[in-house]
């Protein structure tokens, strides 16, 4: 008797921790930073992700990062916050400084997506009998790689898995070959406090907003149509575990002369905004002369010496955990602020 009351007391004990674990809250404070095109993504700041239990909130606030920008009145912060309300299926994207919000329903947005990815197949539809002797090839492939290297992130252990995503392009006509490549360098930690939650709010999110059932066989269609075998990928993702604490997004193009000359022409171009960056300007004049002028003296130095150890990119997104919380928050963090019109 006192087997089965000790029993049933560990069991109910058990089933209060997984309750507790299940609706613990998380805040995930981080670093973001992004360049490319052409300076046109060059951007720094911070990111804030609350999530319980079936409530999420993520605030970013950017700016601008290079000097020129930063003159004709691109420096200033940007903030936005976007809410997921997964128990009342309505996403709240909020501009903070002008006070105003839109709203709209899993259902809507949703619908949305449908119609875009209708309206792409039938442009596509179109183009095909337009030009039917059309002989451009595309193929994807995915490659997930854990490297085996680890680093200390806040305080954990984080494992290094980098997942590439390669688009070929191939014309049959005149032999042209290209790619675009995004390289996704993820380090994760696997005890990091909070990641049940995190991941119990995926699962949710999924299932009421449709990344299931006709919705998956959609994405797996997709995949199949670029030849990859949507099995094979979730069983190499299904190895990728913890939570990120570093992840560094990478897009570049290569192979065609077209896509090569594209890279390095946007290489250049960042080099030169990157160069008036660094120089001091007091006037209009001085700060677009270093935008489109001369490049610095030791960039000349690495074209005199052939220096092309960098390997051209159209934009690298880098994102980097700084404090992870899982203290109480407040249910009024997933609420529009007071004072917010809805547009």
Known sequence: MKTSILIFGLCLFALVMAAGIMAADVTVRSTIE?????????????????????????????????????????????????????????????????????EKTFAEVKAEMEKALAEAQK???????????????????????????????????????????????????????GTFTIVFDIWAAKDVPGTEAMTAFDKAYAQKFGLSGQGQEAVDNALRSYGIDPK???????????????????????GSATASAEGKDNKAKEEQVESADNEESSTA??????????????????EKKGDSSETPYLFKFTSTVTEVSTSAIAASEFEVPAGCKKQ
């Not at 420096?75 to 009342?88: F, L």
């Not at 337009?130 to 595309?138: S, V, Y």
């Not at 004049?285 to 690495?302: E, I, N, Q, R, V």
């Open 285 to 302: 004049a001085k700060a677009l002369g270093g935008l489109f002028g001369k490049k610095k003296d030791k960039d000349k130095d690495k």
């Open 232 to 254: 094979e990928m979730y069983d190499k993702m299904g190895d990728l575990e913890g939570m990120p604490l570093m992840t560094v997004v990478t897009a570049s193009a290569s």
């Open 34 to 102: 992004s360049k490319g095109m052409v300076g046109i993504m060059n951007m720094a700041g911070t990111q804030e992700v609350m999530v319980s239990g079936e409530m999420k909130k993520d605030a970013t606030s950017l700016k601008m990062t290079n000097k020129v920008a930063k003159f004709l009145g691109g420096g200033k912060p940007q903030d936005k916050i976007e809410i997921i309300r997964v128990d009342k299926e309505l996403f709240w994207d909020i501009d903070v400084k002008n006070k105003k919000y839109t």
């Open 123 to 177: 442009e596509k539809d179109e183009n095909l009998k337009k030009h039917p002797e059309d002989t451009a090839i595309l193929k994807m492939d995915v490659k997930v790689e854990k490297t085996g290297k680890t680093q200390q992130i806040i305080g954990y252990t984080a494992h290094e898995t980098v997942v590439t995503v390669t688009t070929y392009g191939e014309d049959k006509e005149t032999g042209e070959k």
